[in-house]
């Protein structure tokens, strides 16, 4: 805890300033709010035997001059403690966007009881927002209350002791209490509780997003009530934890309030014989008592604050498990430039991901150069797209070389090769936002002329004229709006917007109609045209385009060579074309 306190305090570095000023300003408040009190009993009591207008001169000022103050100085406070919150905010989103980036798509996991597991889209919601939204209680009302409190606590002490030491010494005595052992007891009696509310509530999240996005399926298998009865156990589970918590914090605020009422006690007891005695003129008992009452201002948020601290520093917990993972690869200290030849060299590559699994490719060898296709097909699960994600350097392989050109991959950056290489994959991921706006990732400068040649050049920009708004037509969520072949059609031209002299397909027409994939290999036809082109498939349509067909069988590259020289060896290559041959006849003849 200690450690992730500390990492929490340099990150409010930046803002500091800011939290300084909100500490002094909220210290300033509580003062005027004291003095408002004093001042005000003074004036009862002084009113009370008749003097004369002069003698309540300075009292009636006093009155007006802090509750003008208060009402200022808390604005101000309030100002300057959300500037320095939203700041800081704002710096945390950014810092951890930083930090999830490099782990993508490889490493977006995280250690949960020793076990690795994968990050939900939920989850990875949860701390961007949630998590990080919470840690602004951390910043407000557990570091500034207790540093307010401290000053008010030694300018109390002082005030009150000009009266007798022995106000200040009892005052503080029960300020110390009501200050620290109560929120130190919610801090103890609620952390545990604090950390299962944030963990069980971003599991209720991260279930209720696979579920919005899983409605169709669910509705579709008629699964929708045995869903909605996990979300409302994980509800239940949820409201009684926050329950629990209801009751602690009650519980704190009854002994705040009970302190503070025992400082007003105490006040008056210890005043009386004063008094009685003549020590102490009569006309101070309601301000020492007042006053210190109005001092509690600063003491009765203390333990709330403190009841959060185990869900804030859960919540810090769960975001620096993602700052701190490792990812899958790390650029080069000394990166090497880009090499002119852009030819791709694979030689006896060997990959695995963990170092206690079987190996997922085995002596991969394979050389793609400037306009040529080459084709790697094969059965699901046979290393395909693992190859290209190599290609891409979403992880390191271990054994074997990558060359581009005539540098090692492992020594160029991530940043670098990827100006190199355009992607077309078989789930393209498209913003909920308009055609243009979805295009223009690819080259953000472009202007309208390129963005319409390049959906010219992927048979898009037709469709794109028969809608009502076209290229600022809205696609919907994930491409809802469009269909396969138009989503995969965007992603095309994409490519052609990037013009990089390298393009990886992986799977690009899988789940496809025929009339669909005929248009988008039409595409693809002329994409790769003056490009190195990588195309991997399982669908073994249009295969004369390739230079060179790789047909990779658990992880080996079993046969190579162009479509007809395959199909003459009458081997895996002739097994699948055969295969899928006999299921499009017997699907034509069905028809």
């Known amino acids: ?71 200022g100085l808390r604005y101000l406070e309030r100002l300057a403690s959300h500037q320095a919150a939203f700041r800081l905010l704002a710096n945390m989103r950014v810092w951890f966007y930083k930090a999830l980036v490099p782990l993508a798509p490889a490493r977006l996991i995280t250690l949960r009881d020793g076990a690795q597991q994968e990050l939900r889209s939920g989850d990875i919601l949860r701390r961007a927002v949630s998590d990080v939204d919470i840690l602004q209680n951390f910043y407000i009302r557990v570091l500034a209350p207790p540093l307010i409190a401290c000053l008010v606590a030694i300018v109390m002490g002082l005030f009150l002791g000009v009266f007798g030491s022995l106000f200040g010494f009892a005052y503080l005595g029960i300020f110390l209490l009501a200050s620290v052992v109560v929120p130190l007891f919610a801090h103890l009696a609620a952390r545990r509780l604090g950390q299962n509310i944030i963990t069980t509530r971003a599991e209720l999240q991260t279930q209720l997003v696979d579920s919005v996005q899983g409605i169709a399926d669910l509705v579709a298998f008629g699964q929708e009530e045995r869903q909605l009865a996990g979300i409302q ?20 605020n009854a002994l705040s309030n009970f302190f503070m009422n025992v400082t007003a006690w105490l006040m008056l007891f210890i005043a009386i014989p004063f008094v009685h005695s003549g020590q102490l003129n009569g006309i101070f008992l309601a301000l020492l008592v007042l006053s210190a009452l109005a001092s509690f201002e600063i003491v009765l948020p203390l333990p709330g604050a403190f009841q959060q601290l185990g869900s804030n520093l859960k919540a810090a917990t769960r975001l620096f498990e993602i700052v701190d993972a490792q990812p899958a690869i790390n650029d080069p200290q000394q990166p090497t430039p880009l090499p002119q030849d852009t030819t791709l060299t694979i030689e006896h590559l060997n990959f ?17 150069k400037k306009e040529q296709c080459l084709l790697i097909v094969g059965p699901s699960g046979s290393g395909k797209s693992t190859l290209a994600h190599l290609l891409l350097r979403f992880f390191d392989y271990q054994e074997g070389h990558i060359m581009l050109g005539d540098q090692e991959l492992r020594t160029i950056r991530q940043e670098d090769l990827y100006t190199l290489v355009s992607v077309v994959e078989q789930d393209t991921h498209l913003f909920n936002t308009t055609i243009r706006e979805n295009l223009m990732i690819a080259k953000p400068g472009a202007d309208e002329a390129e963005m319409i040649a390049a959906a010219q050049k992927a048979q898009l920009h037709a ?25 995969q059609r965007i992603a095309i031209a994409r490519a052609f917007l990037k013009d990089a002299p390298i393009v990886i397909l992986d799977e690009p027409t899988v789940n496809l109609d025929a009339i669909a994939e005929q248009s988008v290999l039409q595409a693809i036809q002329s994409l790769r045209q003056g490009r190195a082109t990588l195309l991997i498939t399982h669908r073994l349509v249009e295969m004369e385009m390739a ?32 295969q899928q041959a006999s299921t499009f006849s017997n699907t034509v003849d069905a028809m």
């Open 547 to 578: 230079d060179e067909i790789l047909v990779v069988q658990d992880g080996h590259i079993v046969e190579r060579g162009p479509h007809a020289a395959l199909l003459e060896q009458e081997g895996v290559y002739w097994n699948m074309w055969r």
């Open 1 to 71: 805890m200690k450690s992730t306190f500390e990492r929490l305090l340099r990150l409010a570095w930046p803002v500091r300033k800011w939290m300084l000023l909100s500490a002094l300003l909220g210290t300033m408040t509580v003062i005027s709010g004291i003095g408002l009190a004093a001042t005000s009993a003074y004036l009862i009591s002084q009113a009370a035997l008749h003097p004369s207008e002069a003698d309540l001169a300075i009292a009636i000022v006093g009155v007006r001059f802090f509750g003008i103050a208060r009402g």
């Open 352 to 368: 695995r991901y963990e170092a206690d699994e079987p190996y997922v490719l085995q002596d991969i060898t394979m050389t793609l």
């Open 463 to 487: 469709f794109v004229l028969t809608l009502p708004k076209g290229y600022d037509t809205q696609v919907g969520e994930e491409g809802l709006h469009l269909s396969g072949g138009e989503r």
């Open 233 to 252: 156990t994980m509800t239940n589970k949820l409201n009684k934890m926050q329950m629990a918590m209801a009751y602690i914090g009650g519980t704190q």
